[in-house]
DNA sequence: CGCCTTTGACCTGCGC
DNA sequence: GCGCAGGTCAAAGGCG
């Protein structure tokens, strides 16, 4: 993998230019041709690789006159230039030592002038790579609910398909035959007939029913009719999406937590064993929007609001709502599409665990358990504490005996939490994630009270995806892991719909040289 | 007046 | 079959 040393962070309107004098070799040392002292004319080359953006030309073309005043006083042979204007600076004041004091003063505010002119630039390319990081984001999280809708579409059509075959089988066999290959539906995890489970006494094919059919499940009404087996074939899909589940647990003192959504109370019972009463919402943000939630205290630490997410919202989402919302989707997708089968579905966990937790700095439990896969962010923990004690390099999935060892891709799970506070470092800092554990039993997963962070962390989640790009900006080990999340995902294929954008791609390019620089 | 919350009733699945 | 628990519905009331 080749090194590209971009070396502007992306919050650099602060940083003394030296900064950027020690860092902006690196870039064409590693991305151009080596340029020597007195080679013919490396300067266009430069220009070439430097013109990351094209909006950025006119910056550049001032880039290439600079360039050639600071060759041709030979001074420094080897120079890789490009921004290296204060070296040219120098240079030129130390031509005109002999000079008399007054054309000292005028070199002195000739040099504050190109300084601060440099200095404007930087900003402005620094706001700009702001920018277009947010514009990553974003372009992020929609390609994210974007996937989880088309794994939707094809689970679709894959039972649709299952569903034919079904049909046309009834119809070769006759009716003889209609109850065991009800019963194979059954077992096999495909749509059944809930009439036709209902005569079936067997309580085994009952449960498996109540994990299959869509009246199992609440997305549906439990007094919908249930004769019609279309229906109930698309009915199912939207049940398995019920049915997969991400659990947040965050410190709040707020009974619920904001997460850019409207969310309308529909029901409130009391949970056994736990004093703290459970609630219904589901969303309100468009009709028919099947996304639920349940948001309960924590029976230990009722500090803790444990926030359980459920569907796939059916409709545009505010920046503010997107990466929650994508993380759940992705989280439900995923954990569906491993249900399929023991390997593939431990395998897609694994993808999950990279994809959905992966930023290094809160528990996050699969819970395999019946009768619904979930996900469990736990935020509650100090991840400097837990890094401490965890690779977070590292997950484990305790069932499998062997220690996997992957190197994560931040994604989703940093919007997540970098919405959880007020202030974006802060915030990032208090609930990153610390490392990834997967359970294969929810109820034996205790919470770590001794790991929890300031209440106050959590009043509520800011609803801003600017603060988001704040939080993210704010901390070059964050801009790093976000760097390292995107460019991973754009170089492991996942490219369609990202690679459209110029922008994007120009992004991901200098976000992946941050990476690059730091793990230098 | 419309939206939201509250709350008791109801339905369903599951264990015994 | 019965009871329990989880989940949902819908009427009633509160609030802006």
């Keep these: 993998m080749g090194k590209t040393g971009w070396g502007l962070t992306l919050d650099n309107s602060d940083q003394p230019i030296e900064e950027l004098r020690l860092n902006n070799p690196a870039v064409y040392s590693t991305m151009s041709p080596p340029v020597d002292g007195d080679d013919k004319n490396p300067h266009r080359n430069v220009v070439n690789e430097v013109d990351f953006f094209s909006a950025c030309k006119a910056n550049n073309d001032q880039n290439i006159i600079v360039v050639k005043k600071e060759n041709s006083h030979g001074t420094e042979s080897d120079v890789n230039t490009g921004l290296h204007l204060l070296t040219t600076n120098s240079d030129q004041s130390s031509v005109d030592d002999g000079g008399s004091s007054s054309s000292e003063d005028k070199q002195g505010k000739n040099k504050l002038k190109i300084l601060q002119f440099e200095l404007e630039k930087m900003s402005t390319e620094n706001q700009r790579l702001r920018g277009m990081l947010s514009q990553v984001s974003n372009n992020y999280t929609a390609l994210q609910i974007h996937v989880a809708n088309e794994m939707q579409k094809q689970q679709n059509q894959k ?272 609930s990153r994630f610390s490392g990834l554990q997967l359970s294969h039993d929810k109820e034996s997963r205790q919470p770590l009270a001794h790991l929890s962070t300031p209440p106050q962390y959590n009043k509520g989640f800011a609803d801003s995806l600017s603060a988001t790009t704040a939080a993210i900006t704010a901390d070059p080990n964050f801009t790093a892991a976000l760097a390292a999340a995107i460019s991973s995902i754009m170089s492991g294929g996942n490219t369609t719909a990202m690679t459209t954008s110029h922008v994007t791609k120009n992004t991901t390019t200098t976000l992946s040289s941050i990476v690059n620089n730091h793990k230098d």
């Design 159 to 430: 039972v649709d398909h299952e569903s034919e075959i079904v049909q046309k089988q009834l119809i070769e066999l006759g009716p003889t035959s209609h109850d065991s290959l009800s019963e194979e539906r059954t077992q096999s995890g495909s749509t059944l007939n809930p009439v036709e489970l209902s005569k079936n006494g067997d309580k085994t094919s009952k449960r498996n029913g109540r994990e299959c059919t869509p009246d199992s499940d609440g997305w549906v009404s439990n007094k919908v009719p249930k004769l019609n087996l279309p229906k109930i074939v698309e009915q199912s899909n939207e049940s398995n999406m019920r049915k997969a589940r991400v659990s947040v647990r965050a410190r709040s003192e707020a009974p619920m937590i904001t997460d850019g959504c409207q969310w309308r109370k529909y029901g409130q019972k009391m949970a056994k064993g736990n004093p703290c009463p459970r609630a219904y919402y589901r969303c309100t943000m468009a009709v028919g929007c099947p996304v639920r939630k349940q948001v309960q205290r924590c029976v230990d630490d009722q500090s803790v609001l444990i926030t359980t997410y459920e569907g796939t919202h059916t409709h545009p989402l505010p920046p503010a709502a997107l990466a929650m919302a994508s993380t759940t989707s992705a989280a439900a997708s995923m954990l569906l599409s491993g249900s399929m089968s023991s390997t593939e579905g431990l395998m897609n966990q694994n993808i999950l665990a990279r994809s959905i937790l992966p930023s290094s700095s809160s528990i996050a439990t699969i819970s395999a358990s019946a009768p619904f896969p979930t996900v469990t962010l736990d935020l509650t923990h100090n991840p400097n504490q837990y890094q401490r004690n965890n690779n977070p390099t590292q997950f484990q999935v305790p069932h499998q005996g062997p220690l996997l060892s992957q190197n994560f891709v931040p994604t989703m799970a940093m919007p997540l939490q970098s919405i959880a506070g007020d202030d974006g470092a802060t915030r990032y800092n208090q």
